[in-house]
């Protein structure tokens, strides 16, 4: 048999889909699923209705960074952060997945580094994996609040092949809301060493306090931001698979282009259907703050006072990563699936915690929650889990 | 300014989107576009009808190897060239692009090597340039049919790093069409190499005397076999982006999952369309080779008289790479768009030769047409390019 690429061979299999294989398996459990980023929340009609209009004689290609329409439509939204911005620093993707793709492979060749805020958004390892580069993780810790490492510890990552640190803000997995000096600190230190920013803010409309800053709003060092915008969570549309590389740098939206030439153009139907979403009225923008906000306090609020559980209080996002008084959180969200039971039938699911970090040794006593479901559901799935750790017979004494 | 990778830098601007800038900026000329595979044939009604009835509350995300419903339907229609395909052997995609892109990713390490019959179509460049590999062309020739070469000029190119083998069947640019001994002797020789076999087969349905053979065909090889399809071009919907990676090698397959894993599933309101277009019946696919056989007769037949051209017989697909008595044929398609005009006002689009070789300098008497169009206007372009060739003031003495 013919073999593989090496770098097939190290593609890991994602711990969540894993859980999925073996939660197929079980029947006549109830499940409450908070471990992906899968939002019950329905689509905006708007959204629906620019399907149903969809009815062209021929489906045919559109361009490769998007319809013209779709681009300028982008621009005019994102430019409450940035008034400069124009359709030309807009890139419409097939989700952010793509517009990440694309933001590594112009920026990095085989063997180049990327520093990444840990714990951090599984996928990135994919991406970069297709790419070539190397993920280097740099640690955030709960207690500062997740806050961006100082320069001095952000140094001691850096190596001749760094080429790039990316980071989510709001963030997935911790919650973690960034303001404006700190995204502006980290933005000077990225130039400083010659390095680009790639800023992930597909949560970037959902914060409970202070809103995050955009790297969008720093005009100075705007040829080093790199900014990946979805419709996926905001706007409740992950299946649409629509997302947006933006950057004023112009010769990289020239390479953009052209690896977007190479898969020919997004497709135009999910692009009307983005024209509807980014037409919605500020006031959807506030009930998705709203929305998620009562989710995640119901989630996290159940918890917090459980023996030996930490809670962090997400400021953004949908997710909190939670400490839990286990000896191993894969082997915990395993007995969660296929050994434990309420009375009634219940059981959670949770992503575990190494498969945010780089280093699979990490994260073994936490999980990450999703506020995908309604605040009722949140809360008993948070008493389920309080259930579970009653008895779970790999309970660590803590 | 942040440098951007070698690879960034090294993606060629495509010809064709080159061209597209220059006839953006003319007005009032009557263009006869046969420079881009995106036919005008109406997209099937029951795929547009599958557009209206997908209305669901939340545009949720889909498996990463696209949902089992689809998984099965492509692999019953793909039965009928092998019947002991199962959906496990197919992996949705988001247009056979992507299909290409995780063959490349999962076979080639960078500096990896791959074989690729020439003529080829342009995308393969960018596919592998994204993946890190290196395309390696083996010529094939208009006095020959564009035959495959022999196994002695197969050997030639191979070296240590080469990984596979590339082709399409029916051939774009060439409209060749390879039966089965052909294919066959080039899967056998794959397997003696230790190479895979990667047949693009999104033209299948569109031949005018035989059929092409199928790599699926290939039984006792089938673990070097990866084939491509598309809903592109036998459905008319290249701009749904959606295709299919096929393979009865499940180590590949399981690597594809895990591809398709980092960058989330495949659309699934595009997978609603494709069950519609693999549930048409027979008579859709005989009538699709009708039109394009019709159409290709009336470009060729109208060129083929035309003093100084070479007009190859398209045996399938819908190109045909015919040469001319000109000096340059980049300068030939700019001079079409931006100074030749018929009384009546007409010009034509062509995609230029170089487009289609590894070495620029290659095809430079070359230009690929797209029987794109309905057969009375593609005799019109044709009558229009003859009478362009009359007064191209870099026409060659030939």
Known sequence: MPRLSQRALALQESAIRKLDQRVAQQTGVRFFRVNIGQPDVPTPPPMLDAILSFQPEVIGYGPASGLPVTRKAAARYHAQWCPELRAEHVAVTTGGSEALLFAFTAICDPGDEILVLEPYYTNYNGFATVAGAQIRAVRTHLAQDFAIPSNEVLDAAVTERTRAIVFSNPANPTGAVYGRAEVERLATWAVQRGLFLIADEVYRRIWFHTPPASALELDEVCEHVVVIDSMSKTW???????????????????????????????????????????????????????????????LTGTLSGVPGVTVPQPAGAFYSMIELPIDDSERFARWLVEDFRTAQGESVIVAPGPGFYADPSQGRHEVRLAAVLGAPLLERAGEVLAEALQVYPGRSSG
């Open 236 to 298: 409740s549309a992950c299946g649409l698979r629509l997302g947006f590389l933006i950057s004023r740098n112009t010769e990289l939206m020239e390479k953009v282009e052209r690896l977007g030439q190479a898969r020919l153009g997004p497709q135009p139907l999910a692009q009307e259907v983005a024209l509807a979403a980014l037409d919605l009225p500020e006031a959807y923008y506030t009930q998705v703050r709203q929305t998620y906000q009562r989710r995640v306090e119901a």
